[in-house]
């Protein structure tokens, strides 16, 4: 668990969190299937890191190391959102 914290960088702990609300606003919805869920996680992970990014891209050497930067964070970020939620599914269960 340390390993993969320490992958996603400290400007996006936030993201990590925006993407598990929205992951439990999207298992609310009628109209979004399961399955989509971790899909569209990262399609707004990716999204929502590009974002950030485009904010501070002075710090980054061309658009090839930010948008990889996106993609990756983004990523990381929509699986911890996932991982996070099933944490809380299994305490949940085992109470």
């Known amino acids: ?3 993969l914290l320490s992958l996603v960088k400290p400007e996006f702990a936030a993201l990590v969190a925006a993407l ?3 992951g439990v606003a999207f298992k609310h919805s009628e109209s979004i299937p399961d399955h989509w869920i971790p899909l569209l996680l990262t399609a707004c992970g990716i999204g929502l890191a590009a974002l950030s990014i485009a904010g501070r891209f002075w710090s980054y050497a061309n ?3 930010a948008a990889f930067d996106a993609v990756v964070q983004g990523s990381l970020c929509a699986g911890m959102s996932v991982y996070v939620n099933q944490l809380v599914k299994q305490y949940r269960a085992n109470k």
Do not use: G, K, P
């Open 1 to 3: 668990m340390d390993d």
């Open 20 to 22: 598990y609300c929205l």
């Open 63 to 65: 658009f090839a190391a």
